[in-house]
């Protein structure tokens, strides 16, 4: 098998993805149909029949509103056998933690268990609302789903970082830098932050207002130069998000944050506008965003995929890194090939979380009428995947046909090159 791409911006090329469209159809109809059966049981009823309309009814009490967002779980796909842990959570049934200023809420391993290796956070910050001066353990991977924001922080060698940002665009804070956000005019922001440890918590960080409220008083002015007297107002408890006035001119903070050391040349935040999709075809396309672009990104790879209406985000597994989703628009579902005959699919939306363990094969279909956009997350510095067309195009003719008891047509008919997504 080849080696995984590490995949660029700069590896666009679109003139590679042009196959004839009924010719990826045929392909979709007939060699994705087999791999996925193939080796699984059997459609369990013949679909129309009598039987299959008495086993599918739902007399009993059920929940129609979850129910009609779940349609694979409520009737799930003759090929899913079962086996796979929940890997959905929605952030609507989060705990939503109120502030005056803005608002949290978390998904964890707590929450998703199957999420070992990474966790997200959905914050929203009213204008002039600040969440607090802090650090992590954890590098924070932050993508901005609406309004404006200030962020702020400093280097390992102590220069100062000030910059605005605004939707979809994105910011990297390694574990220890020490950083904060507030809301811009007219109306705040609202972000996901994502994070490169599943058992992370937003709500066990390291707040300046808690660390300043447990240091002995004279430690504190011993430490400022200052009277103890100065530290009378300080709180006693965490600030975590507040209101405070919005902030002035942002090259006025730049300048006053700067002092002598200077600002930072390091560049913590990102926008991916200014870079062209690595992979687009009439399907969709897929922006990856990782060390090779976002240079301070070293812990967190990332790929923000839209598919357009009936498109297929491909067959492929991912062999450096679990995949952590987050779905930002549109109607989608997905399943998820695991080890020991195991599948399951799930469907998804606007908020939700989902999750796809290291090597594990699977695809996103937008089963909506309008695109279908989600984000692909990885605790990783490079971006990897493997095409399963790929494969199976670049592995010996009679050996594919062999196992999948297809003919030459099509096998002929599997797309050559990675297509990453395949249109309707």
Do not use: C
């Not at 930072?264 to 922006?287: Q, W």
């Not at 790929?303 to 062999?319: D, S």
């Amino acid at each position: 098998m080849e080696t995984p791409r590490q995949l660029s911006i700069t590896d666009a090329n679109p003139a590679s993805v042009t196959q004839d469209k009924l010719t990826r159809r045929a392909f979709l109809g007939m060699g994705s149909a087999a791999l996925m059966v193939a080796g699984m049981v059997p459609s369990l009823l013949a679909a129309g029949s009598e039987k299959t309309d008495r086993s599918r009814s739902n007399p009993g009490p059920h929940n129609p509103s979850l129910d009609s967002q779940n349609p694979d779980s409520v009737t799930p796909p003759g090929t899913d056998t079962g086996g796979v842990p929940t890997f959905k959570y929605p952030f609507s049934f989060a705990n939503k933690r109120l502030y005056e200023g803005g608002w949290s809420r978390e998904i964890t391993i707590r929450e998703l268990p199957i999420s070992r290796s990474m966790a997200g956070v959905n914050m929203r910050l009213t204008a002039g609302g600040v969440r607090e001066l802090h650090w992590h353990t954890a590098g924070e991977w932050a993508i901005m789903l609406y309004g404006t924001a200030r962020i702020t922080a400093i280097d390992s060698d102590g220069r100062s970082f000030v910059s605005d940002v605004k939707k979809n665009d994105l910011w990297y804070f390694p574990a220890g830098i020490p950083h904060s956000i507030q809301g811009l005019e007219p109306d705040g922001a609202e972000f996901l932050l994502v994070f490169d440890d599943g058992n992370f918590s937003e709500f066990g960080t390291v707040l300046l207002s808690t660390s300043m409220a447990h240091t002995p008083r004279e430690v504190l002015s011993k430490n400022f130069a200052v009277a103890e007297q100065a530290f009378a107002g300080l709180p006693n408890e965490e600030l975590f998000i507040f209101q405070a006035e919005v902030p002035g001119a942002l090259e006025a903070d730049r300048n006053a944050a700067a002092g002598s050391l200077g600002k930072s040349v390091r560049d913590f935040a990102f926008r991916p506008a200014d870079f062209p999709a690595i992979k687009r075809t009439k399907g969709g396309e897929v922006r990856i965003i990782d060390s090779s672009t976002f240079k301070v990104s070293t812990s967190i790879a990332a790929a923000i995929v839209t598919v357009r209406p009936g498109g297929l985000r491909e067959l492929h597994w991912h062999p450096n890194a679990d995949e952590w989703q987050y779905f930002v628009s549109g109607k989608g579902r997905m399943t998820l090939l695991a080890t020991g005959n195991r599948s399951r699919t799930m469907d998804f939306e606007a908020g939700d979380v989902g999750y796809v363990p290291q090597t594990l094969l699977h695809y996103v279909e937008n089963t909506g009428d309008t695109d279908l956009v989600f984000l692909e997350m990885f605790k990783a510095g490079a971006y990897q995947d493997f095409s399963l067309s790929q494969w199976l195009a670049h592995t010996p003719p009679e050996l594919v046909m062999a196992h999948l008891h297809i003919d030459r047509p099509t096998y002929d008919a599997i797309p050559k090159d990675e297509t990453v997504i395949m249109p309707a």
